[in-house]
């Protein structure tokens, strides 16, 4: 069995930042890509970045620039730092990763930022 857990999440004002953190816990052998996710109310959920074990990363368009998602293979944890928040960022965010042969999702962490 496997776990992902998310923190970080919380309350900014627009221009401010978050740092999230997802640690993988459990029977945990081999950990490939990560990611994180992010779903607003009444709206699809969306890929916000991707990272794979070597550490190449994807971003969507619309937060290129403004956040970093790193890892610590050694730690099984990957972060976002978002910085330059919008109130289009509020949602939930949801740690994704693919461990052994399966894919994963955390909890998730509400991210609200001030409108």
């Known amino acids: 069995q496997v776990q992902l857990v998310e923190s970080g999440g919380g309350l900014v004002q627009p221009g401010g930042s978050l740092r999230l953190s997802c640690v993988a816990s459990?029977?945990?052998?081999?950990?490939?890509?990560m990611g994180w996710y992010r779903q607003a109310p009444g709206k699809q959920r969306e890929l916000v970045a991707i990272?794979?074990?070597?550490?190449?990363?994807n971003y969507a368009d619309s937060v290129k620039g403004r956040f970093t998602i790193s890892r610590d293979n050694a730690k099984n944890t990957v972060y976002l730092q978002m910085d330059s928040l919008k109130p289009e960022d509020t949602a939930v965010y949801y740690c994704?990763?693919?461990?052994?042969?399966?894919?994963?999702w955390g909890q998730g962490t509400q991210v609200t930022v001030y409108s």
């Open positions: 994704n990763g693919k461990i052994n042969f399966y894919t994963y």
């Open positions: 459990g029977s945990i052998v081999i950990v490939y890509d």
């Open positions: 990272i794979n074990k070597g550490g190449s990363t």
